[in-house]
């Protein structure tokens, strides 16, 4: 039988880095687990995982999701019903396979109408296609509830990643709260990233939520972002990915 995935999902204020942290998390697994199948989920409309990663997008789920339900519209039903059957290549179709993991763009957020039986389908066979993968990285909005709607029902791994900000504190802990209702997950920690002085850290109040690191503003990568360089060729003693790292090693994703 094979092994339960590791479905690392990230999640908080917009701004604070998710996208970067995500794409450190890919870089780290790749390096350490050559012999793994690796898949990153951009979650995010605006598919920023995509370019911190060097990958080039072409199709998104909700293209496919959309071709769906033109037909439905159109009144082809046949068409909608054996395109339906055909989802779950379609999708394999849309995944860019490149040096070491594999990556995929959910799209745009769900558009409202009555196709929840179509969106809950295709949500069924992302769940599918995961399995397929020994690592899942998503990349997700603010707000944990996506993932539980549109990506993932549970995840092993929920990471909460913040700035010092007040109301970067307050939407993981509102996050939190959800999660804690409408997914299921073993593990969940914060990553406070951007922190300009860890003398701060003494005046974050966190509740429960235990710290998995602390990111400083990391010079390597404003540079790699200013010349438009992907976080794959990051310095492996970059402080984003030194303080990615010991998060990983916090949570026993990596030794």
Same mark, same amino acid.
């Given at each position: 039988m094979k092994k339960e995935a590791v479905i690392?999902?990230?999640? +908080?204020?917009? +701004?604070? +880095?998710?996208?970067?942290?995500?794409?450190?998390?890919?870089?780290?697994?790749?390096?350490?687990?050559? $012999?793994k199948k690796i898949l990153a989920?951009?979650?995010d409309p605006a598919v920023g995982l995509s370019t911190a990663l060097g990958i080039e997008v072409s199709k998104t789920i909700d293209d496919i999701r959309k071709e769906i339900v033109k037909n439905v519209e159109d009144g082809q039903t046949k068409a909608a019903i054996e395109l339906l059957g055909d989802a779950r290549y379609l999708i394999f179709d849309a995944l860019v396979e490149t040096d070491g993991f594999a990556f995929i763009a959910v799209g745009r957020p769900e558009s409202a109408g009555c196709y929840c039986k179509?969106?809950?389908?295709?949500?069924?066979?992302?769940?599918?296609?995961?399995?397929?993968? $020994?690592?899942?990285?998503?990349?997700?909005?603010?707000?944990?509830?996506?993932?539980?709607?549109?990506?993932?029902?549970?995840?092993?791994?929920?990471?909460?990643?913040?700035?010092?900000?007040?109301?970067?504190?307050?939407?993981?802990?509102?996050?939190?709260?959800?999660?804690?209702?409408l997914v299921m997950y073993k593990k969940t920690g914060v990553i406070l990233n951007r922190i300009p002085d860890k003398s701060l850290i003494e005046h974050i109040q966190l509740q429960n939520l235990p710290i998995l690191s602390v990111i400083p503003? $990391?010079?390597?990568?404003?540079?790699?972002?200013?010349? +438009?360089?992907?976080i794959m060729t990051l310095p492996d003693d970059s402080s984003l990915v030194l303080g990615v790292k010991e998060a990983l090693v916090e949570m026993g994703i990596l030794s």
């Amino acid at each position: 039988m094979k092994k339960e995935a590791v479905i690392i999902a990230l999640s +908080g204020k917009g +701004g604070v +880095g998710k996208t970067s942290v995500s794409a450190a998390i890919v870089k780290l697994l790749v390096q350490a687990y050559p $012999d793994k199948k690796i898949l990153a989920i951009d979650a995010d409309p605006a598919v920023g995982l995509s370019t911190a990663l060097g990958i080039e997008v072409s199709k998104t789920i909700d293209d496919i999701r959309k071709e769906i339900v033109k037909n439905v519209e159109d009144g082809q039903t046949k068409a909608a019903i054996e395109l339906l059957g055909d989802a779950r290549y379609l999708i394999f179709d849309a995944l860019v396979e490149t040096d070491g993991f594999a990556f995929i763009a959910v799209g745009r957020p769900e558009s409202a109408g009555c196709y929840c039986k179509i969106n809950a389908y295709l949500k069924e066979v992302i769940s599918i296609l995961s399995n397929e993968f $020994d690592y899942v990285v998503i990349d997700g909005e603010a707000g944990v509830e996506q993932i539980n709607r549109r990506v993932m029902e549970k995840v092993s791994h929920l990471l909460l990643v913040s700035d010092a900000s007040r109301k970067g504190i307050q939407v993981i802990s509102t996050i939190k709260q959800v999660a804690d209702e409408l997914v299921m997950y073993k593990k969940t920690g914060v990553i406070l990233n951007r922190i300009p002085d860890k003398s701060l850290i003494e005046h974050i109040q966190l509740q429960n939520l235990p710290i998995l690191s602390v990111i400083p503003s $990391d010079t390597h990568l404003l540079i790699y972002d200013i010349e +438009g360089r992907n976080i794959m060729t990051l310095p492996d003693d970059s402080s984003l990915v030194l303080g990615v790292k010991e998060a990983l090693v916090e949570m026993g994703i990596l030794s």
